[in-house]
């Protein structure tokens, strides 16, 4: 039962607010890097924001001062907070979790992905 599963996704206006959640099971969450990804059509999967195992955050460019991610380990969850959104942060939205730097870590949960959530931006 190791698996990611986002939610909170959908269609939002321009300058609108959504609050994307990745619920994990089956992994220590406290202890692996938790990130998002999104992947626009026909562009390249990007990271828009990562949160390490000590509470760390990075955001891509075009979303800081916008997005914000956090997480709660009682909870096994990571949220993304997106805020004055924007057409362009249009995309499927990925919760991915990194256990590369976690010490003898089986290969196969070094990297998880969820299956994705739609995030549409338009009027």
């Known amino acids: 039962q190791v698996q990611l599963v986002e939610s909170g996704g959908g269609l939002v206006q321009p300058g609108g607010s959504l609050r994307l959640s990745c619920a994990a099971s089956?992994?220590?969450?406290?202890?692996?890097?938790m990130g998002w990804y999104r992947q626009a059509p026909g562009k390249q999967r990007e990271l828009v924001a990562g949160?390490?195992?000590?509470?760390?955050?990075k955001y891509t460019d075009s979303v800081k001062g916008r997005f914000t991610i956090s997480r709660d380990n009682a909870k096994n969850t990571v949220y993304l907070q997106m805020d004055s959104l924007k057409p362009e942060d249009t995309a499927v939205y990925y919760c991915n979790a990194d256990g590369r730097d976690i010490v003898n870590l089986p290969s196969d949960l070094m990297d998880l992905w969820g299956q994705g959530t739609q995030v549409t931006v338009a009027s």
């Open positions: 949160i390490n195992s000590a509470g760390g955050t």
């Open positions: 089956g992994i220590i969450f406290s202890i692996y890097d």
